[in-house]
């Protein structure tokens, strides 16, 4: 079956240290990855996204991802904390849509991150 | 100007009421999406459209209908509310399955009495 989960509904972490929220998927064939962001009272923002090549990936405001075919993990990064990150985060997976022949995003139910001063 | 809009932002209405949710775009987009967020059941898709004359059903689709007025106007309605259909809900636009980039609007936060 393909999924993708988010292992923890929150991460706390201070201010300059480094962030880590992760993601697991398991999907058919080559994997499409995608995090988005959520600030309070506003809609989801894209982050960053892998398709193909390198397994770091790097994206806005600083972020960037490692892609792990071993491990089926994608896990978001940052190497230092800014409590303006505290938001509520989201890991999505390309997933083909029945008999469309086409895809759609199915996204994990997302992580708080809360970046303490 | 934001490239997707939603309205209302909020709304309160009362079960067994009819009440539809608008979206508009201004990226030019072909392909619409409506989803709702619960807390912690992360977003999951109700409709979506791949062009004005293309509509189809999501993982949720019982309660809502749909209505794709233009390619950059995609609407949503439930036809007689329940308040289990409280949640947030948002629409998004994404321009073909190169990108597979989605835009998302603010959101519609809908509470039903």
């Known amino acids: 079956a393909q999924s993708v989960a988010q292992p923890e509904d929150q991460v706390n972490v201070a201010e300059g240290n480094p962030l880590t929220v992760k993601c697991t998927y398991s999907?058919?064939?080559?994997?499409?990855l995608f995090w988005y962001v959520q600030y309070p009272n506003r809609g989801l923002q894209f982050l960053l996204k892998?398709?193909?090549?390198?397994?770091l990936v790097k994206g806005s405001y600083g972020f960037e991802a490692e892609f792990n075919k071993s491990q089926t993990s994608f896990h978001l990064k940052k190497p230092s904390a800014l409590v303006s990150d505290s938001a509520l985060y989201f890991c999505a997976v390309r997933f083909p849509l029945p008999g469309a022949g086409s895809y759609q995003l199915t996204f994990g139910k997302g992580t708080k991150l809360s970046v303490i001063p | 100007d934001a490239d997707v809009t939603q309205t209302p932002r909020n709304r309160i209405t009362k079960t067994g009421k009819r009440i539809m949710l608008e979206c508009s775009q201004t990226k030019g987009h072909d392909r619409m999406y409506w989803y709702r967020q619960d807390p912690g059941l992360g977003l999951r898709l109700i409709y979506y459209?791949?062009?004005?004359?293309?509509?189809n059903k999501g993982e949720i689709s019982d309660g809502y209908s749909v209505s794709r007025q233009a390619q950059a106007k995609f609407s949503l309605s439930l036809e007689s509310a329940i308040p289990n259909q409280t949640a947030l809900y948002f629409c998004?636009?994404?321009?073909?399955?190169?990108?597979?980039?989605?835009?998302f609007g603010p959101g519609t936060r809908l509470t039903v009495t």
């Open positions: 459209s791949f062009d004005v004359k293309d509509i």
């Open positions: 999907v058919s064939g080559n994997p499409y």
């Open positions: 892998y398709i193909t090549g390198d397994n």
């Open positions: 998004a636009t994404s321009d073909s399955d190169l990108s597979y980039e989605q835009y």
